[in-house]
């Protein structure tokens, strides 16, 4: 595909504007609150082994949960998205995620913990498929990949929370004190999203859907997945997350104290590297992506031979600890992969209608969380089975990358003639509607 097949302003396009920056940040400051909240473990992974006397397996069984929580939802979640509109998604999404961290600042057993993580994946899987859409109505199409792009850079603020104050929290006034005291940014952004967000601009409102029960259920999941577009966008998204997001939120730490010999405030360091990186390479994506739609591909291919690279290079070093430059190197790339797996978004949105995007985003979405838990839980049971050898378990990583990387290949060119001909029926829609 050539830059001209960037999406162009059809006659209902949004026009965004001051009003919309306005309320997509609202929808934005759910997400990033959401991702603080989620992320929240992977700064207390070695504390919450102590707190509950358990095992790595059962350690990663946390995330695991919340994970598996969340990526069974997205489609749940993108059909209410389409059904009931953004902001009473979003308010049940905030009062499921507070009320899960605020059980997990008080839970007094591992069961209890379990279930607090749950009903915060339950919260979060709310948040992000919302946000997109919310983009979506606000902003007209041009605007697509560099919105996504800059919601997902949001949420890395989000992570970055995480490693550096509720980090910081967590050892200096306790476990209780800093989850719970964390909780009360969620009813900050429940009563901002009461009293300001909107669905859509005055004179924008989408066409009515005629919602019947399951029939509309398949109907919806059944063209959402027919698209190839739809399915591309799940395997660059499954591809291209994981490796970050499961150093992030719970490996990590434990990969750079215990196998590379670091301590806490240097791991810390490293990991809000990933952030930043993360943060940086976002805007640079988004850019490239919005002027030059033919980058996806390679942007998205080019970042999964680099993270292949970088993890093989750090797990085969010959000595015990990589290099300090090493472990720079690895961090910077993994922070590409956010912003990779935005790509996934950027192929399934042109693929669907409006009345779509909710359920096409969570398809999407479901691939980097299904590609985490299943790492998060390799990585957990290889490290029980083989007396905490890092090597080995984080070997998991290089399977997953190459059954996504098989998808792509295989999916690209049929998304992409299908992308082609539904831009020129689009154009040709726009120039025959009267003025």
Not at 139 to 148: D, E, M, N, Q, Y
Request: net charge positive.
């Amino acid at each position: 595909m050539s830059s001209a097949t960037a999406p162009v302003a059809l006659p209902g396009d949004p026009p965004g504007g001051k009003k919309a920056v306005l309320v997509w940040s609202i929808g934005v400051a759910v997400y990033f609150v959401a991702v603080i909240f989620r992320t929240s473990l992977g700064v207390a992974g070695l504390d919450a082994a102590d707190r509950f006397d358990v095992n790595a397996s059962a350690l990663s069984t946390f995330s695991i949960l919340q994970l598996l929580v969340y990526a069974g939802m997205q489609i749940p979640v993108g059909l209410m998205v389409d059904r009931l509109g953004t902001k009473k998604v979003l308010t049940i999404g905030v009062v499921l995620f507070t009320v899960g961290q605020l059980g997990f600042a008080f839970s007094p057993s591992y069961g209890m913990a379990l279930a607090s993580r749950a009903l915060l994946g339950c919260g979060d899987a709310l948040t992000f498929i919302s946000v997109l859409r919310l983009g979506t109505r606000w902003f007209p199409a041009r605007r697509g990949p560099l919105v996504a792009q800059l919601a997902g850079l949001v949420g890395m603020a989000g992570n970055l929370v995480s490693t550096l104050v509720l980090a910081r929290l967590l050892h200096s006034v306790g476990w209780t004190a800093a989850f719970a005291g964390s909780a009360l940014c969620g009813v900050v952004v429940l009563v901002l999203t009461t009293l300001f967000l909107k669905d859509h601009p005055e004179g924008h409102e989408p066409e009515p859907v005629a919602h019947t029960g399951s029939a509309f259920v398949r109907k919806q999941i059944a063209l959402s997945w027919r698209e190839p577009g739809t399915r591309l966008g799940l395997w660059v998204h499954f591809t291209t997350q994981f490796p970050a997001m499961v150093f992030l939120l719970l490996w990590g730490l434990p990969f750079l104290v215990e196998a590379q010999g670091l301590s806490r405030a240097t791991a810390g360091e490293l990991l809000t590297l990933v952030v930043l990186s993360n943060m940086v390479i976002g805007l640079v994506y988004g850019q490239i992506v919005a002027r030059h739609h033919a980058a996806r591909l390679p942007l998205a291919l080019g970042t999964i031979g680099t993270t292949a690279a970088a993890w093989g290079a750090t797990l085969a070093y010959p000595g015990d600890h990589a290099p300090m430059w090493l472990l720079v190197v690895l961090c910077t790339v993994l922070g590409a992969c956010g912003p990779a797996s935005m790509i996934g978004f950027d192929f399934a949105r042109p693929a669907n209608p409006p009345e779509r995007q909710g359920t096409a985003s969570g398809i999407t979405n479901m691939g980097g969380f299904v590609a985490s838990m299943t790492t998060l839980l390799a990585i957990g049971v290889l490290l029980d089975a083989t007396g905490d050898n890092y090597r080995i378990a984080f070997s998991a990583v290089f399977v997953l990358e190459l059954l996504g990387l098989s998808q792509i290949l295989r999916l690209r060119t049929r998304a992409v003639r299908r992308e082609k001909e539904q831009l020129v029926a689009s154009r040709v829609e726009a120039v025959h509607v009267p003025a």
